[in-house]
């Protein structure tokens, strides 16, 4: 449990509790123009995760920055790890210690 | 010149050059899942805006953040901060000091 990070918030539904985790990704590749915008969208629209908190810079033609995700289980971290990577312009993603 | 803060750049099209100046927004807004894609959309797709950095944080139901976007001038900043005002949840778009 301690590599998902001390976090864990818990969401009852109607018939199930689903526990999310607070999960820290590093991301680094190659800036170009909407590369926030796709980021989000893997995360958001195609995954329905949940941001804690996003935070990505550009500099000298390179982006990289830190994302903050409340994810449910290593299965969903290792598909959008993937999705993310595939993205053009991606070529580090990054599971960090919270 | 000074209002629009210390950094410029210059692309140099076919036809023509534009200016690009470095504009610091802060954003708040109540917090729910997919507000940063919403943001990022806003600028990378409808409005076609470089993003130098963007930085949101979610708390207490609460996202809060920093964009530092490159804008060609004050009448797109103007559209693009009624724009971001549109997106629900949004309450506040403010332009600060660099």
């Given at each position: ?74 299965d969903l971290l290792e ?20």
């Amino acid at each position: 449990m301690s590599s998902h990070g001390d976090e864990i918030i818990e969401a009852t539904w109607t018939k199930s509790k689903m526990l999310y985790y607070l999960t820290h990704l590093y991301i680094r590749g190659f800036d170009h123009q909407g590369i926030a915008n796709k980021i989000t969208n893997v995360i958001s629209n195609e995954y329905g995760i949940n941001m804690r908190s996003i935070n990505l810079d550009a500099h000298d033609g390179i982006f990289e920055g830190n994302l903050y995700l409340y994810i449910q289980n290593t299965d969903l971290l290792e598909k959008l790890i993937t999705k993310l990577l595939n993205i053009k312009g991606v070529d580090t993603v990054q599971r960090k210690e919270i």
